[in-house]
């Protein structure tokens, strides 16, 4: 009799049959794994993106804040350049941003 990996079905041995689906079988391991692995790192990147994302919305927001500032006090510039000053007293801001730091600067 001779050994089980050398008996032969139509012209395929056992041995081949078992070399065929480990082959498989690892292959299969191998392209499941590495997909997880992207995924994982697809994953990881997206939640990076979408804290710079907030981070860079939170500057923006910053930065619109204080050109708003900037352009008031542009406009205060101009305005009060434009019509002479009516008394001695110095004129006081109407914006409120800007009251805490005018009044910081000149004494009352």
């Given at each position: 009799?001779?050994?089980?990996?050398?008996?032969?079905?139509?012209?395929?041995?056992?041995?081949?049959?078992?070399?065929?689906?480990?082959?498989?079988?690892?292959?299969?391991?191998?392209?499941?794994?590495?997909?997880?692995?992207?995924?994982?790192?697809?994953?990881?990147?997206?939640?990076?993106q979408?804290?710079?994302?907030?981070?860079?919305?939170?500057?923006?927001?910053?930065?619109?804040?204080?050109?708003?500032?900037?352009?008031?006090e542009?406009?205060?510039?101009?305005?009060?350049?434009?019509?002479?000053?009516v008394?001695?007293?110095?004129?006081?801001?109407?914006?409120?941003?800007?009251?805490?730091?005018?009044?910081?600067?000149?004494?009352?």
């Amino acid at each position: 009799m001779t050994a089980i990996e050398h008996r032969e079905l139509k012209g395929i041995t056992i041995k081949n049959l078992v070399v065929t689906i480990m082959g498989t079988a690892s292959i299969v391991a191998s392209v499941v794994t590495t997909y997880y692995g992207l995924r994982s790192e697809i994953e990881d990147i997206r939640i990076s993106q979408r804290t710079e994302e907030r981070i860079n919305n939170i500057r923006i927001k910053a930065l619109e804040d204080e050109m708003v500032l900037l352009q008031r006090e542009v406009d205060e510039i101009k305005f009060s350049k434009a019509l002479p000053p009516v008394s001695k007293q110095p004129a006081r801001s109407t914006y409120p941003s800007l009251l805490t730091s005018a009044r910081s600067s000149t004494v009352w």
